[in-house]
């Protein structure tokens, strides 16, 4: 579960009080963890315990009446690669199998394009009501995973089936779930080396200042992340960044300039079957860094810049023909012409494209909009996704590539 993102939905029951157990178990497997309580969960375990055992804040409503910000059930559901929701109580249950939307926890359900497990929890007679039993077999067609309720003590005195299931076994029933995921895919990438650049690179003016850009890393980030679920080995040198990544098939390398960059890419790219350089690379650097800091004192400055190594057109010089090559290319104007020159003229065998122009693109946001074009003039066009989403679309157009 090392670096999934499970999305924890709870309902009013008060079966609630095992979330905290549940939460710690997800974060100490390396799950990121956010939970969704609807109005009537507070009354059962407070949101101040879910939030300080899931280390993020804790959506209810719609918007936050303290500080009118607005939950998006969108964002909820384009980040989370699973919605669990435990205890399902018979009333949420009920809204699922109908469609119902009257608060944030089914809005989102709605809005999921990933998979949905639940966990019911209420009293034996309402479990064995062939209502109950009629809207968990609707949710089971629709897709969404049961984990049946147990045997046991319930709140009522009576001793019966309706217990929801403990922690752990909700833990590993999401584990497994995760497992059989990756197995579809993992021996696509099983064992390959791959070579990821990400984040910007800052090239110094002089002690504090410096030339750079807005890239965050998240794309990169979410490449390696996907690429070690899918059973790889990963360099992944990154620019400054305030992301982080682990993994016991990871070698992480941190740098700041393109110069740097350049060496660590020039060691380790000859060990490569896949290379992704998604890093924005700056393409200039002053000339001279100048130790110390400049005073402001006339009224222009003028500083004399100089050409960056190409790190891309590098790699592509010096690619082996069973190595395959990925580059990117985020443009203002005339996307699909610069694309093509680039991936020409850098010898890429893939070129993953997006322009500053659509929506939701660019730097530093949690989705992105791309269009992947080859070297046998194949082109591929996404919607606008997570970039978690987008990182799969791109690893799996890649395996498409080798095949």
Known sequence: MLGKRILLGISGGIAAYKVAYLIRILKKKGADVKCIMTPASSDF????????????PVQIEFWDRKTGGWNNHVENALWADLFVIAPLTANTLSAMSVGACDNLLLATYLSMK?????APAMDLDMYAHPTTKRNLALIKSDGVLVIPAESGELASGLDGEGR???????????????????????QKLKNKQVFITAGPTYEAIDPVRFIG??????????IAKEALNQGANVCLVTGPT??????????LISVKTAKEMQEVTELNWKHAD????????????PKNEVTEKIKKSDENLVIELVKNPDILAWA???KLPEQILVGFALETNNLLENSVKKLENKNLNLIVMNSLQDKGAGFSGDTNKISILDDRN??????????PEVASDILVTIINYSC
């Open 45 to 56: 375990i407070s949101p101040l315990v879910l939030s300080t055992l899931s280390n993020n």
């Open 114 to 118: 990933g998979k949905t497990i639940v």
């Open 164 to 186: 929801m299931a403990e922690p752990e076994g909700i833990a590993k029933e999401i584990e497994l779930f995760f497992s059989s995921e990756e197995n579809i895919h993992i």
């Open 213 to 222: 850009n807005h890239s965050s890393g998240k794309m990169g980030f979410e």
């Open 242 to 251: 305030i992301l982080s990544l682990s993994h016991p098939n990871l070698q």
């Open 274 to 285: 896949i290379g992704i350089f998604s890093a924005a690379v700056a393409d200039y650097r």
């Open 316 to 318: 592509g010089q010096n």
């Open 378 to 387: 194949k082109l591929i066009n996404f919607e606008l996704k997570s970039k």
